[in-house]
């Protein structure tokens, strides 16, 4: 007992929930992508944040560019007035550097210390101005440069830098980072909480399905109503459609079966129980009770019969597509039932006989359940032997044929006997259970022949019933399988 509860425990903790896993599938990415988006969110407020400042780095470059010139003596001069240098640097939160070298590296003017520019580095055209990130005395710094081509040969340019350390653009960038990513803190939850509402209303229909089931009777097995859910869900309804009219298929055979049987067992039931009254009387002589038992003894055989028809009906209508699936061949299994039935046939007086292929012959080969296809051919013959009769005039024959038809090369079985026949108005009949022709004078359940079609169709085949021997008297009765062709 313990240890099934345990295994209820671990059932119930291993079994998934529908609705948290795509809430995991929904959210997960979600709030994957969100630090995703706080970097992205930085590298662009770095980019916006410093656009506007290498602008003005780039001015003031170019402005300090118009001060150099080339002297008299071929020499790199720079001259800034003191109220431009003071205006240069007069910024209240970053500080301000620049320099201006000749074209032999000499220094002019500024910070000594300010880095140069990578010396392998293409130096573009003159007034080109280039800008990067560098280190001024510890800082971080933005540095703006050009290159001033003053001779004619332009092989030794001057050099013009403005550095300006970063704190401006930091700021401007945490600015924007606050603006964009402040609505999102309160925009994730929001989001969150209509995540989940969606998800509720969307699973919704899943829920009002289960509680239309759950309110169905037992005994109410109509299909349900495939519009009214999504088109999502609506396979699973078809699909469980599917399921109940299997299912009330299988109840009405099933209530068939019961009272077919009831109906059946109900004549040689009352027989048994009459026969067993007479035998029980008082001054019976052993006559009478000899042939109280021997009533006893053919009901009870009757009874047999009917019951094991019954169940190979039981059988053929409720399990035979989901036995076992193997090639037989029709020629070994129609002569193993002639074996079966010929003690009773040479009781009857009975000329039985096979005609037709040998076996392995290519055509008569079946795919299907052997146990039905012999209970089938079974049925047939034993049909043929009880209907025919035989007398010292004229002797009753049986004959079972397997053929392949030359043309389509359909596999055809063929069982044929010289009785009494079937009128034509009857041949239909025949296949329904519990039916008997008139006329006949021959104890029978009615069930051989409706055994024989539910087989046949389970197998892909047609039977048929005809006149053997049209314009006699009397006709004999022909049934014909006809297997579909194979490929």
Not at 279 to 301: C, D, N, P, T, Y
């Amino acid at each position: 007992m313990k240890s099934q509860g345990w295994n209820v425990r671990i059932f119930k903790r291993e079994q998934r929930s529908l609705f948290g896993e795509i809430l995991d599938w929904m959210l997960t990415p979600l709030l994957l992508l969100w630090p995703i988006s706080l970097a992205l969110t930085w590298l662009v407020a770095q980019g916006l944040a410093n656009k506007p400042f290498d602008r003005a780095l780039v001015y003031n470059v170019q402005a300090l560019a118009q001060q150099v010139r080339l002297g008299v003596d071929n020499r790199v001069q720079f001259s800034l007035p003191q109220p431009a240098s003071e205006l240069l640097r007069a910024d209240e939160t970053d500080l301000v550097y620049y320099q201006v070298r000749g074209g032999r590296g000499e220094h002019l003017s500024g910070e000594r210390d300010l880095p140069m520019p990578p010396l392998d580095e293409d130096k573009g055209s003159s007034y080109e101005v280039h800008i990067r990130d560098d280190e001024m005395r510890g800082l971080e710094v933005r540095v703006a440069y050009t290159w001033i081509r003053l001779d004619a040969e332009g092989k030794n340019p001057a050099l013009v830098q403005v550095a300006e350390t970063r704190e401006k653009r930091s700021v401007l960038a945490a600015e924007i980072i606050k603006g964009v990513m402040l609505p999102q803190f309160a925009l994730l939850p929001l989001a969150v909480l209509l995540v989940w509402l969606a998800l509720v209303r969307g699973i919704k229909p899943l829920s009002e399905l289960e509680e239309r089931i759950r309110a169905r009777k037992p005994d109410d097995l109509s299909p349900l109503d495939d519009k009214a859910v999504p088109m999502e869900v609506a396979p699973l309804v078809v699909s469980v459609n599917d399921l109940l009219d299997r299912l009330k298929d299988s109840i009405v055979t099933q209530k068939r079966f019961l009272a077919d049987a009831a109906h059946q067992l109900k004549t040689p039931l009352a027989g048994l129980r009459m026969q067993a009254d007479l035998a029980q009387r008082s001054g019976s002589s052993e006559e009478e009770l000899k042939k109280s038992l021997q009533q006893i003894g053919r009901a009870s055989v009757q009874a047999t019969h009917t019951v094991n028809q019954l169940l190979s009906l039981a059988r053929a209508e409720g399990g035979g597509v989901h036995l076992t699936q193997q090639s037989c061949d029709m020629v070994v299994l129609a002569q193993e039932v002639l074996q079966d039935c010929l003690p009773r046939a040479m009781d009857k007086g009975l000329d039985m006989g096979y005609e037709g292929v040998d076996p392995d012959t290519a055509g008569a080969q079946v795919q299907g359940n052997p146990t039905l296809l012999k209970e089938m051919l079974r049925n047939l013959v034993e049909n043929a032997v009880h209907y025919t009769p035989s007398t010292p005039e004229r002797q009753g024959v049986v004959t079972v044929r397997v053929l392949v038809d030359p043309y389509s090369k359909a596999l055809v079985i063929q069982v044929e006997d010289n009785g009494l026949g079937i009128p034509v108005a009857e041949r239909d009949l025949v296949f329904q259970p519990f039916y008997r022709a008139l006329g006949t004078n021959v104890d029978g359940s009615g069930l051989g022949l409706p055994i024989v079609k539910e087989i046949a169709q389970q197998h892909g085949a047609s039977i048929t019933v005809d006149a053997a021997h049209p314009g006699q008297t009397p006709p004999g009765a022909c049934f014909t399988l006809r297997f579909n062709a194979t490929a």
